[in-house]
Nanobody, 120 residues
Framework: QVQLVESGGGLVQPGGSLGLSCAAS???????MGWYRQAPGKQRELVAT???????TYADSVKGRFTISTDNAKKTVYLQMNSLKPEDTAVYHC???????????????WGQGTQVTVSS
């Protein structure tokens, strides 16, 4: 059973920093991991993704402020968020694309989400 366990969310003031982490288990190989977020009343949107080879993609709204990284050996993805803004407030979901065995097709897996609130 694949599990993605997120940690690190919370309340932070505008301009502050917060770090998220997500550890995957029960998965044989991972092609890419990433973070998506969903604010109340809005659709889920991509924040950042990173492939197993280290190629990263960011949403325009977070470029220069957020940094995604991975520890492939630990099957963990991190998101360092700096210069946070109130509009960054959302539930942040971890995503992994991978296989549970060498013979399965790649699938998307999701974490439960962690709340990030940016407010004074």
């Amino acid at each position: 059973q694949v599990q993605l366990v997120e940690s690190g969310g919370g309340l932070v003031q505008p301009g502050g920093s917060l770090g998220l982490s997500c550890a995957a288990s029960g998965i044989f190989s991972i092609t890419a991991m990433g973070w998506y977020r969903q604010a109340p009343g809005k659709q889920r949107e991509l924040v950042a993704t990173i492939t197993s080879s280290g190629s990263a993609t960011y949403a325009d709204s977070v470029k220069g402020r957020f940094t995604i990284s991975t520890d492939n050996a630990k099957k963990t993805v991190y998101l360092q968020m700096n210069s946070l803004k109130p509009e960054d407030t959302a539930v942040y979901h971890c995503n992994a694309i991978g296989r549970v065995t060498p013979w399965n097709t790649r699938q998307d897996y999701w974490g439960q989400g962690t709340q990030v609130t940016v407010s004074s």
